[in-house]
DNA sequence: TCTATGTGGAGAACTTATCTCCGCTTTATA
DNA sequence: TATAAAGCGGAGATAAGTTCTCCACATAGA
């Protein structure tokens, strides 16, 4: 369901002017206030997207923004520091699912999970659907999910299990899908995209004499007119 | 494929001191500004959304802001007085969809122009799927879809067309991913929300033999780089 | 105790909206 | 053609929001 990525950034400081590998601990005040704000940046990131200003962050952490400031160079630094590790679980997902022997099982394994990663972290589905944020780093990373991407589709095409006239690239755009039903629906029935998903899944079949057994409840009209009330909204206050 | 809808609005100015039903024309050329203000705002709201500043439109239509506030007092009144007409048709597209007589034919009619107008129109899509924009009068119209959508997505059901567990909230929900397959591609290639209407109609039944011929080619990966350099990022200069 | 290290958060600097105001221009009419 | 009423453009007032800096004060740790 939720899924975990121990983030283990330095806690250290390289001393410029030294010569190399010189580096000095934090002070453990400072250490333990630098992984509250990573933890709130994660957490709100995840929660409300990148737009999510650094104010915020440094609040809903406890500490000013200053403090902030004083270990992230800027809100890209913090961004990238604390997204590389998650674009590196997909390309591990990606590779991951080429191993699987069944291929319709790898092909689904890598979807439900890249969309699950997705929806679950609304700053990771901004950052791998634009290329607005992320530098160099992150970008050189997210190239390396098309290759085995590719050869998953490929494989499950090739012995039958995926309609033909799907291509590597429909799945960016089913994930941009399934991200934005999830962001309608998710304030009131977390993990919704499930539903969708598996109307999607049912579509992408050469052919099928059933439907799959749906997951989660539909909403009522009176839970989808909350759910448009609260659409696109800009984010209010972090407690 | 594209919808066109005559709006005719009042091009008159009540004359407020006086005693009821006095009108007055605009002069020609006042006239005139006021068509090219509501050419442009139908314009730039569907190809970048209500975000759109009256600036932004002012210029595209060749006249100053000044001029777009002596005729609509403000960016919400233009909004609804551009808009109303166009969720008419929505309603209209929905109790004329229930006189189809096959339902499966009367739930697609439905829900394949509703996309087509949404997709098409990005202002409209932002104003149907959320309650920022719009006054009482939009709200109360949006409201009228409610109950003929509802007896579609029955119909359909009843006669073994549409898989059991579908709901009609289901349809703002499939309504909202598509729009959002479409902005991601549309910049490259126009339509491109046909393609994956397809894949999920295609899980929409509750079974089938075959899979439906898909409209419109995928991306290639080249396409879907530059489709995500462009996605959500800000739109830069209305010529 | 003492100092290098760290802190908070006001506010500088910048951006981006909406909407107003006023000197000048144009239309319509006598 | 002369005149007044209507209309025009767009600079800029106003407000909100965001990133990032700075410095008087606090604290860990030798």
Redesign the interface.
């Known amino acids: 369901m939720s899924y975990i990525v121990v983030v283990e950034l330095s806690s250290t400081v390289e001393e410029p002017g030294e010569e190399g590998g010189s580096v000095r601990h934090l002070r453990r005040d400072a250490e333990m206030n630098r992984e509250r704000v990573l933890a709130s940046a994660r957490e709100l990131f995840a929660q409300y997207g990148l737009q999510t200003t650094l104010d915020e962050i440094a609040h809903h952490a406890g500490v000013g923004v200053g403090t902030v400031y004083r270990r992230f160079s800027s809100k890209e630094a913090l961004v990238e520091a604390l997204f590389e590790q998650r674009v590196q679980a997909i390309v591990d997902l990606a590779n991951e699912s080429l191993l699987i022997a069944n291929s319709w099982e790898g092909f689904v394994h890598f979807l439900e999970n890249l969309i699950s990663m997705e929806a679950s972290d609304r700053g990771l589905r901004?950052l791998v659907?634009?290329?607005?944020y992320g530098g160099e780093r992150l970008q050189a990373l997210k190239d390396q999910v098309?290759a085995p991407a590719s050869e998953i589709v490929e494989r499950a095409k090739r012995d039958g299990y995926l309609?033909?006239?799907?291509?590597?690239?429909?799945i960016?755009?089913?994930t941009?899908?399934?991200?934005?039903?999830d962001e309608?629906?998710s304030q009131l029935v977390p993990g919704?995209w499930r539903?969708?998903f598996?109307?999607?899944?049912?579509?992408?079949r050469?052919?099928?004499?059933?439907?799959s057994e749906?997951a989660y409840r539909?909403?009522?009209?009176e839970?989808?007119?909350c759910?448009?009330?609260s659409?696109?909204?800009r984010f209010q206050r972090a407690t």
């Open positions: 901004e659907l634009s290329n607005d098309e309609r033909e006239d799907f291509a590597a690239t429909d960016v755009v089913i941009a899908m399934l991200g934005t039903a309608y629906c919704m539903r969708y598996t109307y999607v899944l049912d579509g992408l050469p052919s099928r004499t059933s439907s749906i539909s909403l009522s009209m839970e989808m007119k759910a448009m009330g659409w696109r909204r």
